[in-house]
């Protein structure tokens, strides 16, 4: 949202289940095939997809001053219903924070249609919670533009940053890196965040060029000199660059607020969920490899989620799952009274969904 953006009163929007649906798929495909690698002895392989995990330790920078972790039950194993040898998967109630940003490569992004290299950003910004059993989840968009109170958090030098009043959401990233993400975002919600997980998006952009590039029809012309982007509605098939330039822009749609965006979003991941589905990954190891390492190479994570296992961990506790069960909502909020082109939260509509995760 720019200075020129003005949008009513109530924001709140639902994704469809039949993108969740392939989205589901796909990312089995791709753990599948990951998990092929490995267990081939390619030993090399394994060891360099690891290495491109980035991590940053959320809990040592935020220390005790947190949320209450949720309390897990038992385990299957613990209750005696699994073999006793048998490592018992997850299935307490989780939180995990998802940032969309372009801090890997400032300058990468700037060519790419996005940043600049000024600094890091955080566009997108999702809650991703998991009921005790792991079989319902609910996704929560915050808009970038929220006015919040961000409080004091630890800076990456060491330092630490003033409580600001009536800040806008992303900037908690801009001043602090994940560790204020983290903290803004439990200071908003009372909810600890048990994970963190940071998707670049330069990185994701290599993902669209290692399968192939992805096909997506946009309703209407958009002409978007900020992202570099100009099409005529209609079907298009997208490169890399051009799809990253379709996740940023808003500038040429709609009202340029972020619901426009947030609908081309939905349209692409589920576009990249059909490609991935479609392709036959494991019939060609070459572009397996060449997947994963676009996958694993656009994340950062907190240091419970930096390697193969414990995301393979993750993935497996989540196999009840079903896409039916997974709602996609957006935090409520309304125009803020002291600007127009920034929103609230709308209360007590965002306490109460909040209050429901916890």
Not at 32 to 59: E, T
Not at 65 to 78: E, H, I, N, Q, Y
Not at 185 to 191: A, K, N, W
Request: net charge negative; hydrophobic share 40%; proline share 4%.
């Amino acid at each position: 949202m720019t200075g020129e953006d003005e949008h009513g009163d109530d924001r709140e929007v639902v994704a469809g289940h039949g993108g969740r649906r392939r989205l589901l798929k796909a990312a089995g495909a791709v753990l599948a095939g990951v998990l092929v690698l490995c267990a081939s002895g390619a030993g090399w392989a394994y060891w360099h997809l690891g290495h491109n995990i980035k991590s940053v330790d959320i809990d040592s920078a935020l220390g005790d001053d947190r949320p209450a972790r949720a309390v897990p039950t038992p385990s299957a194993s613990a209750t005696g219903s699994a073999s006793a040898s048998a490592a018992p998967l997850p299935s307490g109630a989780l939180n995990i924070l998802v940032l969309g940003s372009d801090s890997r490569s400032g300058e990468r992004n700037e060519k790419l249609g996005g940043g600049d290299s000024g600094g890091a950003r955080s566009d997108t910004a999702m809650v991703v919670h998991l009921d005790e059993g792991r079989r319902h989840a609910t996704v929560v968009s915050i808009p970038r533009d929220t006015l919040v109170t961000r409080p004091s958090c630890p800076t990456p030098s060491g330092g630490t940053t003033a409580v600001a009043y009536g800040v806008m959401f992303n900037s908690a990233y801009a001043v602090g890196g994940p560790a204020c993400a983290v903290k803004t975002v439990e200071s908003m919600t009372d909810i600890r965040m048990d994970h963190y997980i940071e998707i670049d998006f330069a990185g994701f952009a290599d993902l669209v060029d290692a399968v192939g590039g992805v096909t997506v029809t946009t309703d209407e012309d958009i002409d978007d000199d900020q992202s570099h982007l100009h099409l005529a509605a209609g079907e298009h098939h997208l490169d890399g660059t051009r799809a990253l330039a379709l996740a940023r822009t808003r500038h040429g749609i709609g009202d340029g607020s972020d619901l426009g965006r947030i609908g081309l979003q939905q349209k692409l991941v589920k576009a990249l969920s059909a490609r991935i589905s479609a392709t036959d990954l494991l019939a060609d190891p070459a572009r397996l490899y060449k997947v994963a390492d676009a996958v694993t190479g656009s994340l950062t994570t907190d240091t419970g989620l930096d390697s193969l296992g414990e995301l393979s961990k993750l993935g497996r506790s989540l196999k009840g799952l079903s896409s039916d069960a997974v709602e996609t909502v957006m935090m409520p909020v309304v125009t803020a009274p002291t600007d127009h082109n920034r929103v609230v939260a709308r209360e007590p509509a965002a306490t109460e969904l909040w209050k429901s995760l916890r």
